[in-house]
């Protein structure tokens, strides 16, 4: 379903309830640092704490109980806060999320490490899997394992924190680091344009539209709203503020807190 806002189609991004998934890229991940940090966006709610003693269903294998446990210890204080009684923990930045996942195996019991971030004005974009799987074998052993995941999932989202403190930032990001793929060429030119450099968003976005060898629907509903974006994109307030009321709309449908104001820094 297409919600419209002003005179440009908004589809917004959906988060799986249970997992989400990452686009597994191999070579160097960090070829420059941020030397900064970002300022959580202000809401006009808080995200409220369940319980411990009554989050995790009864029938919770031990080794998920471990991982939670960790996660409150370490990623908690850093504001993240778990999805649900997902194995998802979620770093809300107003515009854009940090997403922890210790994802199960189908087959054994442990975890795999992925984390990444997520654009709320489409969807995902940067991550990686940063932990092979990690197998359950007893309590004792499993419990620093779960420890240590956790804390590499901190010191990732630290990274990502610093990576991209405004949207400046991540236009930057792109410019050095040539998008492949059409979903990167759309969140780059989004980024370039919420940045006020439109003649890099156009480049960007031309790459989205003049793409012809995939007629699927979703595609071509992209290739649209790329098309409407792409006209909106030499006025920098303009856009922003089109952007930023798709942010609000996705943060809805994920029940995230509502936002006073997008701050795209």
């Known amino acids: 379903m297409t919600t ?3 005179d440009t189609d908004v589809v917004p991004f959906v988060l799986k309830n249970s997992s989400f998934r990452l686009p597994l890229r191999s070579g160097s991940r960090r070829p420059h640092q941020v030397d900064s940090f970002i300022r959580p966006c202000a809401t006009t709610q808080q995200v409220e704490s369940v319980p411990a003693d009554n989050f995790m269903e009864q029938g919770t294998p031990v080794h998920s109980k471990q991982l939670t446990d960790a996660a409150r210890r370490i990623l908690r204080p850093m504001g993240l806060f778990q999805k649900g009684r997902s194995r998802i923990w979620l770093d809300d930045r107003c515009w854009w999320l940090g997403a922890v996942e210790f994802q199960p195996n189908s087959w054994s019991q442990g975890s795999y490490l992925n984390v990444g971030c997520m654009w709320l004005w489409r969807g995902f974009d940067e991550g ?3 932990r092979p799987f990690s ?3 007893d309590e004792e052993e499993f419990e620093l394992t779960a420890e240590q995941l956790a804390k590499k999932a901190a010191q990732e989202v630290n990274h990502y924190r610093s990576l991209f403190p405004n949207v400046g930032a ?7 680091h040539r998008p492949d ?3 990167e060429n759309f969140n780059a030119a ?3 344009a919420l940045a006020g450099r439109p003649e890099d968003a156009q480049r960007f976005f031309n790459h989205v539209t003049e793409s012809s060898d995939d007629d699927r629907d979703w595609v071509l509903a992209a290739q649209s709203d790329a098309k409407h974006l792409s006209a909106a994109a030499p006025h920098t307030e303009r856009f922003r503020q089109t952007v ?6 996705t943060r809805e449908l994920h029940t995230l807190p509502p936002v006073s104001r997008v701050d795209f820094g």
């Open 244 to 249: 930023a009321e798709r942010v609000r709309r």
């Open 128 to 130: 990686f899997r940063v």
């Open 170 to 176: 991540v236009s930057s990001y792109y410019l050095s």
């Open 4 to 6: 419209v806002v002003g």
């Open 181 to 183: 793929g059409f979903w």
């Open 190 to 192: 989004v980024a370039c």
């Open 135 to 137: 197998s359950f074998r």
